[in-house]
């Protein structure tokens, strides 16, 4: 069984049109789909809401063999994903862990991993293909990997945007779910994949920089290639 993982009922109704009923926030529901014997959770929205609930479902259900965290994602860079466009996440980014010093942020400074396991502190390197093997599913080589950014307040403006870019550099997107995800996924060596498709350029409140309608749109048509059959 694989595990499909949303942050709010709206992407998942959007990902998944054929499927009827919706779990409940926090909550998951069998589901077949593509003739995949699937769990559908919907997390809640924060780091917070989809670690409690990723790392719940996981416990009531030792099968799982992989999770697949999908949603929607701000760019960091529209030259390089614009609206709409996919991204397989490449490693999980939390820019939010660590000591403020004079000099900034040190996700060292504290002298604690958050998982000493895998001597992760703000990042987590991730295997998209590896793990899209590992659960029978179709990744395509063309669809980017990157970076991404999981954060707990969402930048606005910006400001905010060039801060996030100047730390990271190589980071593609802003999410506020996958790290958690990845790291609950880690410590219990399940296959991790997370995909996001694009709605909008992060920092901008323009509306010519938002599409969420056709970033929808995308997450379902990616969500039909990643789990179709091989050879379809």
Not at 13 to 39: E, M
Not at 137 to 164: C, D, K, M, N
Not at 186 to 207: D, H, I, K
């Amino acid at each position: 069984m694989i595990a499909l993982v949303f942050a709010t009922a709206k992407e998942c109704a959007a990902a998944l049109p054929a499927l009827r009923d919706l779990p409940k926030p926090g909550c998951s529901a069998a589901a077949t789909l593509h003739g995949r014997v699937c769990r559908v959770l919907i997390t809640g929205v924060g780091p917070v809401s989809a670690g409690i609930a990723l790392g719940r479902m996981l416990g009531a259900h030792p099968d799982t063999r992989g999770v697949v965290n999908a949603g929607l994602g701000g760019s960091l860079d529209l030259a390089a994903l614009p609206l709409g466009a996919p991204c397989a996440a490449s490693a999980e980014i939390f820019p939010e862990y660590g000591l403020f010093t004079p000099s900034g942020l040190s996700p060292q400074g504290l002298g604690f991993a958050q998982w000493e396991g895998g001597d992760v502190y703000d990042r987590l390197p991730l295997s998209p293909h590896d793990a899209a093997a590992a659960m029978g599913l179709t990744l395509p080589q063309a669809w980017p990997l990157a970076p991404i950014v999981s954060v707990a307040g969402v930048s606005g403006t910006p400001e905010r945007a060039a801060t996030i870019q100047a730390r990271y550099p190589d980071a593609k997107v802003e999410n506020m779910e996958g790290f958690a995800c990845a790291l609950a996924c880690a410590q219990v060596g399940v296959p991790f994949l997370e995909l996001r498709t694009v709605s909008n350029a992060v920092g901008s409140r323009a509306a010519a920089d938002w599409d969420i309608p056709g970033a929808f749109a995308a997450l379902a048509a990616a969500l039909e290639t990643l789990l179709a059959p091989a050879g379809e």
